[in-house]
């Protein structure tokens, strides 16, 4: 069984189309513990660490840390900007996949969707490294297509085959913009893909093998994900709703997370 934490809301980039709780406020690293320690009782083998931006949460380290010593595989999907060439070290022992959010190589478009300057370069300058420090560690790159991005899509394919998928890029997953919540659902009529445009994509690009897999996913692929949200609620999601299954992992019954856990979480 497997979980998609949501860590924290907060992040240091803002971007646009952004479906972040904007609302819950994380929990204390003594807390989060407790979280961990029920999770892992109930047999969730796989934690995908997420948020916002997971490395902003101050104790990602001790939770991670803690996970792995339990034998529990710890992924982690990161923006990559809080990630450097020094602090790779710290984060990099406890991971077991990396997944690096990048919807555009292009400094430009990056700054006209809300991503900091040099976003593409910094995650390129740290690829290598880590393929080479870090050889079992998984690494994938994650694409959001929104209807402003959507050009943006053969772009990407070329530079990840010409220029990084010789780092051990592992998969290319290009998610369907999704208005579950927060900025997202707000701008849903900027973002939103038609079915037939994204159609086009996955018909174009799902299943086919460059150098790397590729996967393109849309609203369904990711209903099944269990999300843990930054005050420990589990939440899933069908279509483009959120339902609350259950308020808060620490107050809640064994019973009623596992029930929660047994609907799914494959995707991640
Ligand atoms: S999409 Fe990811 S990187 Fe962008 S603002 Fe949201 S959490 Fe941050």
Known sequence: ?????????????????????????????????????????????????????????????DLMSYSKY???????????????????DKYMPFVDKITFS??????????????????YKHIKELLPIIHRKYPNVAIEINSVVTRESIKEVDYMFESIAEEISFYGIKKWKISRFCPLRGYAKERENLFSLPDQVFQAIKNKYDGQKAMFEISVRDYDDI??????????????????????????????????????????????
């Open 223 to 268: 209903n099944d994900n269990i999300i843990i949200s930054p005050c420990a609620a589990m939440k899933t999601s069908h279509g483009t709703e959120e339902y609350t299954l259950v308020d808060n992992v620490l107050e809640a019954s064994e019973d009623e997370i596992k029930k929660v856990l047994s609907l799914g979480g494959y995707y991640v």
């Open 1 to 61: 069984m497997k979980v998609c934490w949501n860590l924290t809301n907060l992040c240091n980039e803002n971007c646009q189309y952004c479906f972040r709780e904007l609302h819950e406020h994380q929990l204390k690293l003594r807390q989060n513990l407790r979280v961990i320690d029920k999770l892992y009782a109930l047999g969730v083998e796989r934690i995908t660490y997420c948020g916002g931006e997971p490395l902003l949460y101050p104790n990602l380290i």
């Open 70 to 88: 339990l034998g529990i595989t710890n992924n982690l999907i990161t923006n990559g900007s809080l990630l450097t060439v020094e602090n790779l």
């Open 102 to 119: 990048i919807d555009s190589p292009s400094d430009y478009v990056n700054a006209s969707m809300g991503r900091g300057v040099n976003h």
